[in-house]
T-cell receptor, first 113, second 109 residues
């Protein structure tokens, strides 16, 4: 099993450019989510999805879009990148019910110049 | 919504016990978690505790939950240099997980 796979691992953008961070999981998890990690701020939830066709906003959704057309994939789109979006982004998924353990990808480091 | 707070840094000597503390705001959180992040990696679940428990022990790890004070702690016995990492507390809020800021544990030989 690959688990949760994120691409790309590193990306440099210029202010105003758009891009998509990809996330795929092969564990048939219904729940998927995106977090950003910044020094001293911990992990903050951007968007999450409880199943295909359903998405919702987390703590810091502004400047980001998501969609969930399949169970496996949950891409995160930056519409017009800003330096404040420089961060490490993590995708995570979990099964419904039981303990709710989140399985994380390895992260995508994004720099916006 | 849920808010989770942790201190940012803890330094201990190898062989000592480490205690990492966390507070949360939503008393209806059903599960509380401790995750570990090693450099350059994603987070991995260390342990969790259900809200109707006061304590959970798992080898060198002891989790204490004080529901009245909404306080969670993680004790690592006989701390080793390999325990150096960032430790995140998380609370379950209507299905989603809310994380604290993370505590960087530095273990000195």
């Amino acid at each position: 099993n690959a688990g949760v796979t994120q691409t790309p691992k590193f990306q440099v953008l210029k202010t105003g450019q758009s891009m998509t961070l990809q996330c795929a999981q092969d564990m048939n998890h219904e729940y998927m989510s995106w977090y950003r990690q910044d020094p001293g701020m911990g992990l903050r939830l951007i968007h999450y999805s409880v199943g295909a066709g359903i998405t919702d906003q987390g703590e810091v959704p502004n400047g980001y879009n998501v969609s969930r057309s399949t169970t496996e994939d949950f891409p995160l789109r930056l519409l017009s990148a800003a330096p404040s979006q420089t961060s490490v982004y993590f995708c995570a998924s979990k099964r419904d019910g039981d303990t709710g353990e989140l399985f994380f990808g390895e992260g995508s480091r994004l720099t916006v110049l | 919504g849920e808010d989770v707070e942790q201190s940012l840094f803890l330094s201990v000597r190898e062989g000592d016990s480490s205690v990492i503390n966390c507070t949360y705001t939503d008393s209806s959180s059903t599960y509380l978690y401790w995750y570990k992040q090693e450099p350059g990696a994603g987070l991995q679940l260390l342990t969790y505790i259900f809200s109707n428990m006061d304590m959970k022990q798992d080898q060198r790890l002891t989790v204490l939950l004080n529901k009245k004070d909404k306080h969670l702690s993680l004790r690592i016995a006989d701390t080793q240099t390999g325990d150096s990492a960032i430790y995140f507390c998380a609370a379950r809020d209507t299905g989603k997980l809310i994380f604290g800021q993370g505590t960087t544990l530095q273990v000195k030989p």
